[in-house]
Structure formats: structure tokens, C-alpha cells
């Protein structure tokens, strides 16, 4: 099962609970007793395994940027290095723009993957600088998403909106729950890739198109994962023997507040493995990048070392002194995984049953999260 983190507060006075607590007969109708809770301090709830301290915390080793090597390129000097899947964002990357899903924009470039382990993940292209922790894919991003396991790796290309909805395509072959073979090679392979956006394709609602070839078979041709006989037939009809991709975007896509201000290399973070990729030979909104000198890029966590704070299956819930949801400070929120222990934090109620009146409401904000994906 996939791990999934959610950042979720609660805000002050919700009203917990409003039951009618008659047997149900026809014309009986009690008065609701209600109960709230401003969340002004404490309440004093019931918790379950809402506040896991790992035993273990991982350490995250972040170690990219300008590079003088050339495993992506034959001239010396290229950008990258070993970068982790972790929940605090990490980037390096050149400050653009702003530009939104109204330009024209294009990239291109090489890369090459040298080592690899369970479980790693990268962006690369365009995206915004500031990111939620824990959000898993950038919000406000468009670009190759890599995600790795220790014989190779998978590609797709994805746009995520600023609301946090996605759409995009499987370079490599992908069947949810049959079929994830990782034909990206991690022997220092190199790939080329080129991408274009256009806001006026698809009808004007937005189009991205995508190419992809390697020194080795293309993509196609899967020499290090061959296709499962039962599954073989449905593989090839979805992903045949193709190096161009086209997407378009959904209706309304172009219009949910999607600004880029750099390009460059970012840290998936959701905490996972990590890869030692590297890139050359970049063009990007009509430029070109050689990397024979430092180009001196704009960088976060990009060079550190540290001991995870967010780990998988860690759960951090409860009461809290902030104001995340609105009002004043005080609410119940935090970080929630769909892995670990099973948990809870709640006031004790009834015991109550569907022969019940139930009712409850107050307001809520989602701080991070995987994207909704349409296409």
C-alpha cells in the first residue's frame, strides 16, 4: 500500500456534536443537546498513537547542485548529485519569470542516473519555490517526475496545478496494481528528453507535449523488466513503442493560478530512498545552459545533512497552539499517514447508534496533500 501524509487542522469552536438523544419514536422530538469547543486550550481528548516517535529517525542526506563531472553529458560540468525523497523540500535551480500556463514554454535536456535505491524520487522542470512540507509532488510544477527503485527507474511527465490538480502520462509503462517495471537504467545510461507547452493547443485549453529517447533500447524495449505474459497485451495497447507523448490539459486547467519562478531539480517530499542523477546540455525558455563554470543557481537544502523530523507511518496529531483553519489560535490538527498504527485523537461521546440524530460541523484546511488527477 502506497504512504500517503495529510496535513489537516481543525478550526477554533467547532461544534463538536449536536444529538438528539430520544429513542427515535414518532413525536418525540428532544431538544439537541449541544457541545462545543473553542480549542482556547487542552481539551483533554482521548489520543491513540497520534504522537509516534520513530525509534529510529532516518538520516536525509541532501548533496546536489553544480557539479564537475559529466555523467549526463560529454563535456565536463552538469548539475546534480545524490538526492533524497524527504518531506522538507530541497532544490537547485535557476530563478525564472515568473511564467504561468498563458506562455509558451519549452525545455530540453540529458540525464543519467549512476546509483539508486528502494523507494527514491526527483522533479525536474519548471515549478514555484515555496512548498508545503510533506506535499509529496510540487505544487505549481510542470516536468519530469522520476521515481526509482534499486534496479532503475520510471518516468512521467506531469503538470500539477496551483490548486493541487494534476494531469499527465506514464513515460515508462505503468498498470496500478500489475505492472511497474523500472526500465530507466541506473548504469549511467543517458536520456534525452525535450518539452513543450502550449497554451493554445487543445483547443485553447493547453497542450504539453513530450519526447524521450536513450543510448540504450527505447523506451519501449524493456530489456532489465520483461512484461508478465498476462499482461503483456494490455501494456503494449497503452504504452506501444512511442517516444512522443501528448497531454492535454482539462477544461478550466489553464486558469487555477499556476505560476513557475524557477527551473531546476527538486526533491519529491514524500520521505522515501534516493538516486544519484545528473543533468546537461539544458535549454529552457529560449536559452541554453552550459554548466562549464558554476552558473551560481538559486539553492535550498540542497548541501545537508539531518535527522528526518516527518517520517512514514509517524503520526503527529492532537491539539494545537495554531491557527492554521482561522480564528483565533488554538485547534486539533496535524500530519496523518494511511500507513502505521492505527489512530485516533476525540472527545468520548454517547455510546450513540444510527437510531440517533448525529450532527456536527466546523471548518477544516487541508495544508498538504497528493494532487487530484484528472488525466
Request: include cysteine; glycine fraction near 14%.
Amino acid at each position: 500500500m502506497k504512504q500517503r501524509s495529510v496535513s489537516v487542522s481543525l478550526l477554533p469552536a467547532l461544534i463538536l456534536m449536536a444529538v438528539a438523544m430520544g429513542s427515535g419514536r414518532s413525536g418525540e422530538q428532544p431538544k439537541p443537546p449541544l457541545k462545543t469547543e473553542s480549542f482556547d486550550k487542552a481539551p483533554g481528548w482521548e489520543g491513540h498513537n497520534n504522537r509516534i516517535m520513530p525509534e529510529r529517525p532516518p538520516i536525509v542526506t541532501q548533496d546536489f547542485g553544480y557539479s564537475k563531472t559529466n555523467f549526463a553529458g560529454p563535456a565536463v560540468g552538469e548539475m546534480g548529485g545524490r538526492i533524497t525523497r524527504a518531506a522538507e523540500p530541497a532544490y537547485y535551480a535557476d530563478k525564472i519569470g515568473p511564467v504561468t500556463l498563458d506562455d509558451k514554454l519549452s525545455a530540453s535536456g540529458t540525464f543519467a542516473i549512476t546509483k539508486s535505491s528502494p523507494g527514491g524520487g526527483i522533479f525536474f522542470g519548471f515549478f514555484r519555490a515555496e512548498q508545503p512540507v510533506g506535499g509529496g509532488r510540487p505544487v505549481s510544477s510542470l516536468g519530469l517526475n522520476l521515481d526509482c527503485e534499486r534496479d532503475g527507474g520510471r518516468l512521467a511527465v506531469r503538470l500539477i496545478t496551483g490548486t493541487n490538480r494534476g494531469c499527465g502520462t506514464f513515460i515508462t509503462p505503468f498498470i496500478p496494481g500489475k505492472f511497474r517495471p523500472t526500465p530507466i537504467r541506473n548504469d549511467g545510461t543517458r536520456y534525452q528528453w525535450a518539452l513543450d507547452y502550449d497554451p493554445e493547443g487543445a483547443g485553447g485549453r493547453g497542450q504539453f507535449k513530450f519526447t524521450f529517447r536513450g543510448d540504450s533500447p527505447k523506451p519501449g524495449k524493456y530489456s532489465k523488466a520483461d512484461i508478465p505474459e498476462s499482461h503483456r497485451e494490455e501494456a503494449r495497447r497503452r504504452f506501444p513503442d512511442a517516444t512522443t507523448f501528448a497531454v492535454d490539459l482539462p477544461q478550466g486547467y489553464r486558469k487555477q493560478n499556476t505560476k513557475f519562478d524557477h527551473f531546476g531539480l527538486m526533491n519529491m517530499t514524500k520521505p522515501g530512498g534516493w538516486m544519484t542523477i545528473h543533468f546537461a546540455d539544458l535549454h529552457y525558455l529560449g536559452r541554453g545552459q552550459g554548466f562549464a563554470q558554476d552558473p551560481k543557481w538559486d539553492a535550498s537544502g540542497n548541501r545537508a545533512t539531518y535527522q528526518a523530523k516527518v517520517v512514514a507511518g509517524a503520526h503527529d496529531f492532537g491539539f494545537s497552539s495554531t491557527n492554521h483553519a482561522g480564528g483565533n489560535a488554538g485547534e486539533i490538527g496535524g500530519i496523518f499517514w494511511r500507513s502505521g498504527k492505527y489512530a485516533y485523537f476525540a472527545d468520548k461521546v454517547g455510546p450513540l447508534s444510527l437510531e440517533d440524530r448525529l450532527e456536527a460541523r466546523g471548518k477544516v484546511v487541508l495544508k498538504s496533500g497528493a494532487p487530484a488527477t484528472e488525466a
